[in-house]
């Protein structure tokens, strides 16, 4: 196997609500709500630089999709990262997550391995961490 991800996939509630947040609160480009003409499957994919595909599904439907039960929230499974070129940049990635609905979860701060970080929760409780890593700027 290729050391390749294409896709990730949120489990979210409600998808119309995710897809505000994701949409209009971060400005993620997006198509909309596809796939609604088959049961169980309306998805909305967003494209990321890359080429990496975001997408967000209902967690009913991943679940059924998977064939194993439902499960809750569990917001420490794993974080996203989303990496900035400057502390002013971490900061108003915060700003901008924190007024399209997310809830912040740790302030922006300096971290103990130099860099500058805070997290946000989305509307499903997936944990996002904005972060400034001195020695992993991004490629914009």
Partial sequence: MKARISVVTLGVDNLENSL????????????????QEFE???????TLQGGLKFAI???????RDA?????????TEFT???????????????RQAIAAGARLVKPAQKTFWGGYAGYFQD???HLWEVVFNPGFLPED
């Fill in 123 to 125: 509307p499903d409780d």
């Fill in 20 to 35: 505000e947040f994701y949409r209009n609160g971060l400005g993620f480009p997006t198509e909309g709500i596809t796939g």
């Fill in 40 to 46: 169980h499957g309306a998805v909305a994919f967003f």
């Fill in 67 to 75: 064939g194993i039960g439902q499960t809750s929230r569990s917001p």
């Fill in 80 to 94: 996203i990262g989303h990496n900035v070129a400057s502390q002013a940049e971490v900061d108003a990635v915060m």
């Fill in 57 to 63: 599904f209902e967690r009913g439907n991943i679940a």
